[in-house]
């Protein structure tokens, strides 16, 4: 399993952005997709996610009403897209693929495959 994403940037508070994470490898069926992110001395922490079959999606407080998570299962890939950004939205945002769709979802650690970072700052 290959994640590869891309769409990250520097950009100002209120601007929006799209993340992208092209997944190749495996028939991606049965998974749950999610995004992180990680701000430095801060954890890992799940963004947003969504079960591959059927399109459920999850999102935290932190981020409900401006990120959107979709797929495109044509394509084989997941986007991110990112309304409103705020400075505390700058961190590194990483693509992840959970092949159970495990109920520990929150967790990074249900997560078997990850694609490489990519940053994305915001200036106030």
């Known amino acids: 399993v290959q994640l590869q994403a891309s769409g990250g940037g520097l950009v100002q508070a209120g601007d929006s952005l799209r993340l992208s994470c092209v997944a190749s490898?495996?028939?991606?069926?049965?998974?749950?997709m999610g995004w992180f992110r990680q701000a430095p001395g801060k954890e890992r922490e799940l963004v947003a996610a969504i079960r591959w079959y059927g399109g459920s999606t999850y999102y935290p407080d932190t981020v409900k009403g401006r990120f959107t998570i979709s797929r495109d299962s044509a394509k084989s890939t997941v986007f991110l897209q990112m309304n409103n950004l705020k400075p505390e939205d700058t961190a590194v945002y990483y693509c992840a693929a959970d092949p159970r769709s495990s109920l520990q979802f929150l967790q990074w650690t249900s997560y078997d495959h990850w694609g490489q970072g990519t940053l994305v700052t915001v200036s106030s």
């Open positions: 490898g495996r028939n991606f069926i049965s998974y749950r």
